[in-house]
């Protein structure tokens, strides 16, 4: 299950990695449901299952995930203008205005976010109208119905998913709290894998660049017993019971999210016994030792508890 219909068109090598988590082979048909707000991007991903030669059981739900049902509104790039804006820049005599115009507004086009602007909108909006010579307004607002985890596994009579992919330009923590919930309530079985897009510095404003809804979903996570394997601009996490239970998963995530400490070197396997108390809670370790958190303004990478404090 992805939001934003991600896992469509694993054109990218880490979605092509989450796929081979699923526990389907090579003669069954891939099934999952997409979920996407914006028309303009639902109706190319209807065409590219339509034309896929391969098996598929997918559906695409025209919507947003969140974390209540009821309708909302989203931001988005206005209909139509990359298109008309192309056919204006066409006659520009810069091909490096026409460029960076095209490059923005395919940006844009991926910051459709709910119930407020992306942080990033207006200064990307910025960018095209001043290369393009416009003053045109190209923001958009449209009414969107809100799904929760539940309503979109209940519209198709699933029990579950075994692979979550989550990018939803703010909106991640909402859905995965709509997750825990069901979960937690026996109604669907926990996602085996799960990724999400970890931006806090561009969604909280304590200024240390740790947000602290991600933070505390972190935390849920792990109480549920999921292991944080991997934390860059993106989380990913797997359900250890699960893994525990299957050594085709337990091989996938030994092979693609063993981690080395960057400053001893030591490995740290996921399907390590040691893994939960060695990893670490929430993203503490991830942030580099405390010595290097307090000179250090990036991630520098995963070190292990003997390191943290040296």
């Given amino acids: 299950m992805g939001t934003y219909g991600t896992f469509v068109e694993p054109t990218q090598y880490w979605l092509q990695i989450l796929l081979e988590a699923c526990s389907k082979d090579c003669s069954e048909s891939l099934r999952g449901i997409g979920v996407d707000p914006v028309e303009e991007t639902l109706g190319p991903l209807e065409q590219v299952l339509a034309q896929s030669q391969e098996k598929s059981e997918v ?72 290369s393009a010579g416009i003053d045109e307004c190209l923001i958009e607002q449209r009414p969107v119905h809100i799904y929760t985890f539940e309503d979109i596994l209940k519209m198709h009579n699933a029990s579950g998913c075994e692979v979550l992919i989550i990018d939803a330009e703010g909106s991640d923590c909402a859905i995965l709290r709509s997750m825990i919930q069901s979960c937690e309530r026996g109604f669907f079985s926990w996602p085996q894998v799960i990724r999400f897009e970890t931006r806090g510095s561009l969604y909280c404003s304590n200024g240390d660049g740790v947000c602290e809804e991600e933070e505390d979903v972190l935390f849920k996570l792990q109480q549920h017993h999921y292991l944080l394997v991997e934390l860059w601009g993106d989380a990913t996490l797997v359900h250890q019971p699960a893994l525990s239970a299957c050594h085709r998963l337990a091989a996938w995530a030994d092979a693609y999210f063993m981690l080395r400490c960057y400053v001893c070197s030591r490995d740290l396997r996921p399907s390590s016994a040691s893994f939960t108390t060695e990893c670490g809670q929430g993203s503490v370790q991830w942030r580099g030792t405390l010595r290097d958190q307090g000179t250090l303004r990036w991630c520098v990478g995963w070190c292990c508890s003997t390191c943290l404090t040296a």
């Fill in 59 to 130: 559906s695409l739900l025209f919507g947003a995930a969140g974390e209540t049902s009821g309708e909302q509104t989203v931001f988005c790039l206005k209909r139509g203008v990359r298109l008309r804006l192309r056919k204006v820049m066409e006659k520009h005599p810069s091909e490096y205005a026409r460029v960076v115009v095209d490059m923005h507004l395919a940006y844009l086009e991926n910051m459709s976010a709910i119930g407020g602007l992306h942080p990033d909108f207006k200064q990307n909006e910025r960018k095209v109208k001043k």
